[in-house]
């Protein structure tokens, strides 16, 4: 009967209870042009323009002005006393992956998350909700370099992986320091790394190893060596971030592990680096900027374990005043519909100025991401992903109305109906809808046993600590 069955569904005459999907399963026809009028623009690059029109033509940014006219068939989106910022940029996010950590080995550079991408969680529709419009996806920090991330847009709707890619977007990889991967490899199966100075041996080895990969690739090539080297995608992407092609973002937490890195990295002649987490970034922020180095940080989160004790709530300022290009992440699947008010804590500590908030979780994330020339600001001729709140973005009581991702509405408030889940299989347990990170089934990933949440399964709600 399996047989049989197995031979029914491969001619396509088993019908199953999952539909399957067009490509776009709930906006297909949704027009990706519009005139929004009379809004509070904030352009993030160029200042705040009152009473402002945006004329989106084919998901592109056509014109920013005063009484602006909607071509023939382009509908219209009435702001007045609403307010326009850039589709906000989470530098730092898990959300529409299957996986996250390849925790088998310090080194996992020929693994990409982009291979594991879930166009249905309904997080990415979440995040709409909050105005996240990109997200750049990582690899957990269970390795020492760890594997390769995605940037993603929020399409939310189409459902072929591939859709997803912002495939603009340089690539990335995931770098680990201090007790994430000791606790891994080294706590775990008594390998190096144990410790900081086994994470730096590890990085060092493999950059060295890399060189010696690409050096008999080029004698080859040039005619002074019988073979190239047998293929190693692993040596192959290290080898690219030692050519500038694969940018290095880094989880990191002390001070001193990140101006270790910014030596190792000098030594071997990288420059792309962009620190996460960067806790004790306040303690390196001169030498930080002077390296060109990139900072994605939390507002506000530490002391969820040993090695980030030491932080302050005044990091983004101080990394700011210090001339060192700082974003606000998440890292989490809730927090991410909250970083415009994560970006406000910046001005509760440290008194930054409105444009340079913003700029924490739209240019600045997007310059770390090097999609800076797309997205990240409201300007003629990138692309039109745009949040619309109905009061200033920083304000406690600013709430998303409508989020735009490529000239297309993916979330409205008004019309979208209450259960916006892609895919719904009536007989499952109803998913949790604020998880942190359970710690029995996440190895090594950035945050780990904080928080507490509510478990559902058939038996009821259960208490995790």
Known sequence: MRTLFLLLLSLGLVWTSTAQPGPDQLRADAPNSVLIQNATVHTVTNGTLETTDILVRDGVIASIGSNLSAPS???????????????????????????????????????SVGDVLDPYDVRLYRALAGGVTTSHVMHGSANAIGGQNETIKHRYGMTHPDALRMEEAPRTIKFALGENPTRVHGEGRNIVPRTRMGVESVIREAFTEAQRYQAMKDAYEAGNRNAPPPHSERMEVVAGILSGDVMVHAHSYRADEILMLMDVLEDFGVDELVFQHVNEGFKVAPELAAFGAGASIFSDWWAFKFEVYYSTAYNAAILTRNGVNTSINSDSPDLNRHLYHQAAKSQRYGGL?????????????????????????????KHADLAIFNHHPLSIYAVAQRTYVDGVVRFDRDEDPDDMRLRVDPESVVEETFVWHDADIRHGACMQGTGTHLHATESGLHLHH
């Open 353 to 381: 100025s409105d444009e340079e908030a913003l700029a924490l979780i739209t240019i600045n994330a997007a310059e770390h991401l090097g999609i800076d020339s797309m997205v990240g600001s409201i300007e003629e001729g």
């Open 73 to 111: 068939g382009v509908e219209t989106y009435d702001a007045s006393g609403m307010h326009v910022m850039p589709g906000i940029i989470d530098a730092h996010s898990h959300i529409a992956i299957s996986d996250v950590n390849e925790a088998t080995s310090p080194v996992t550079a020929h693994v």
